[in-house]
């Protein structure tokens, strides 16, 4: 695309999707009625990044060295592999190419990593004015094989929480940060708090692949629920768990993040990962086209 901040829209009903190619083929927002949940830095609008020094662009979270751009994006996990502790650039910064585009579906790929011989691609349909899904692929492009996650990551505003049902008894793990006060467990859900900036990173189970998100006034809530394929106790993860939280103490932002089973990946060989998310003012069965399920309203009672 000739311009990189050229951004393509989905719209039906209240939710519109808008998506930026030229920027690692992000979900650059998502709004329904009215209500922008997505977090975009507003430190970066309009750069365009020059991929050999990504670490001179300005940013409130020195200690990370590559850029928050904001909306939602496909990593490669796990990190360790990463170099000089960057998501690899031209996956993550570089212009994805338009491959096609219509009323209800945006299909991106990315160039090949140099550095890791990987190519994403990334399809966004909307299905109805309350859903859409994210199709993740990952393929290897190189000429040796390689241990390779999808790792999904929804850069949301706040104030927000996160609630999921983890396996009986797992452990809630802190990966980084302070996390006192903001993980708590009620019933058979574990709730995380993101509502004020304080850094903290967890990794959590999530055997039922449902997560369910508060976004906004616990008086108003917009609820943003996501599904994938569920995972068994012996599933491999590149980080040791399916989903982890990122809170934000620089920015006004949190972030929910998904991971794919762990695959060895041949030479030429693929991999996709698939989510499913529906978004809505609340969970009640009265006003919404799809009622929620009984899981959905236990994991939502548990949040406020």
Request: proline residues 7%.
């Amino acid at each position: 695309m000739a311009d990189i901040w050229e951004k393509v829209t989905l719209a039906t009903g209240d939710l519109t999707l808008t998506c930026l190619p030229g920027i690692g083929g992000r979900l650059w927002d998502v709004t329904h009625k009215g209500r922008s949940i997505l977090f975009q830095n507003p430190d970066l609008t309009g750069v365009t990044p020059d991929l050999g020094a990504l670490q001179d662009l300005p940013t409130r979270s020195p200690q990370f060295r590559f850029p928050l751009w904001g909306g939602e994006k496909t990593w490669i996990a796990p990190d360790r592999d990463w170099i000089d502790q960057s998501p690899y650039p031209i996956l993550d910064s570089g212009p994805y190419n338009l491959i096609s585009s219509d009323a209800r579906s945006v299909h991106m790929q990315s160039q090949v990593c140099d550095t890791s011989g990987l190519q994403i691609d990334r399809e966004i349909r909307l299905l109805s004015p309350e859903g859409w899904t994210i199709r993740h692929r990952v393929k290897n492009c190189g000429t040796s094989s390689r241990e390779t996650g999808i790792w999904s990551v929804l850069m949301l505003k706040h104030a927000g929480r996160i609630g999921l049902r983890p396996e009986t008894d797992s452990a809630i793990p802190t990966v980084f940060g302070d996390a006192t006060g903001r993980v708590r467990r009620l019933d058979d859900a574990v709730v995380f708090g993101c509502t004020a900036p304080q850094e903290f990173k967890c990794g959590a189970s999530n055997a039922s692949g449902l997560v369910v998100i508060g976004l906004g006034d616990d008086a108003d809530p917009t609820m943003l629920t996501c599904r994938s394929a569920p995972s068994g106790a012996e599933t491999r993860f590149a980080h040791g768990h399916g989903f982890e939280v990122f809170n934000s103490g620089d920015y006004p932002y949190f972030e929910a993040e998904w991971h794919s089973p762990v695959s060895i990946l041949e030479p030429g060989a693929s991999a996709s990962f698939e989510q499913h998310f529906a978004i809505r003012r609340d969970l009640s069965t009265e006003t919404t086209a799809a009622p929620p399920s009984s899981l959905e309203q236990e994991i939502a009672r548990c949040m406020y």
